[in-house]
Nanobody, 122 residues
Framework: QLVESGGRQVQPGGSLRLSCIAS????????MAWFRQDPGKEREGVAS????????NYADSVKGRFTISQDNAKTTLYLQMNSLKPEDTAMYYC???????????????????WGQGTQVTV
């Protein structure tokens, strides 16, 4: 189960930290990711983290502004968002995937589990 929180309205240039409590993902390795979706647009990958080695990936649009991380217990995934822009406005979703050959970190079809989303408005 994935439960997101932390979304709210914020002024341009502001910061937010999203949290995703991940139940049942502490054993084994997973690709954890944040996606976002604006109405009428495709759901896009924002950032991912491989729990096996803590390697990360970021969409070009957020590099240098967003940081994905997890706590030591691997129970909570975070997305620190700085220098927020109006184009960052979207519903943000937490997702988890079992690592497998051919997985693309930013392809939504490769993820098995999804949270309900948290709204960010800039």
């Amino acid at each position: 189960q994935l439960v997101e929180s932390g979304g709210r309205q914020v002024q341009p240039g502001g910061s937010l930290r999203l949290s995703c409590i991940a139940s049942g993902y502490t054993d084994g390795s997973y690709y954890m990711a944040w996606f976002r979706q604006d109405p009428g647009k495709e759901r896009e990958g924002v950032a991912s983290l491989n729990t096996a080695d803590s390697s990360t990936n970021y969409a070009d649009s957020v590099k240098g502004r967003f940081t994905i991380s997890q706590d030591n217990a691997k129970t909570t995934l975070y997305l620190q968002m700085n220098s927020l822009k109006p184009e960052d406005t979207a519903m943000y979703y937490c997702a988890a995937a079992t690592p497998r050959a051919g997985l693309r970190w930013d392809r939504r079809e490769d993820y098995d589990y999804w949270g309900q989303g948290t709204q960010v408005t800039v």
